[in-house]
């Protein structure tokens, strides 16, 4: 994994990190854990992703009386155990980043599926930067945020600005495929309250 010398245009809302990860390992795992696509359905209950399916690696740690979106903590899923690469590479992403390693997934769209345009909103979204590595899309993942639109490739790794509202389509023949994880910069790792 090497940072990219970009030769794309100065955009506002969206950050090519790397260009050429190895997703070979991914794709493995993926391909002996198909089955688990539809192991966990809570995130079709969000309606910007109704058409997505999704394997949680890092998921949220319900507290009570908070919502989910202003609730911070976060821990592997029992999904994780199945892709100990994908979890190996993220937690390296995080030490060389110098960030906490938040939210986690695998997340597909079928081909004409679209995430429909919305803001990530809430406390936890502040203060993290969110992350879209492209594990599996032929045709590239088309995805807008603002007024700027990028078709992101395989093995691209993208930071954007999930506060801007933001949209995708799967304009290909087959299932696109991405790793989506969340990093809070060590400046603002929520610290607990002193009062406790």
Known sequence: MSA???DLPKLQNFRRLYASVDIAPFLQELARNDHRWTENQQRQNIP???ETQTIALRARVPEPGVRMQDTHGTAWGPQAEHFPRTCEFLEEFARKHHGELARAMLVRLPPGGKVHRHIDEGEYFRLRDRHHLVIDSAAG??????????????GELWWFDNKTPHHAINDGTSWRVHLIFDLTPRAEVPQPDAGN
């Open 4 to 6: 990219v010398l970009d």
């Open 48 to 50: 910007a992703q109704r």
């Open 141 to 154: 993942s088309v995805f807008s945020c603002g007024d700027e639109r990028v078709r992101m490739r395989n």
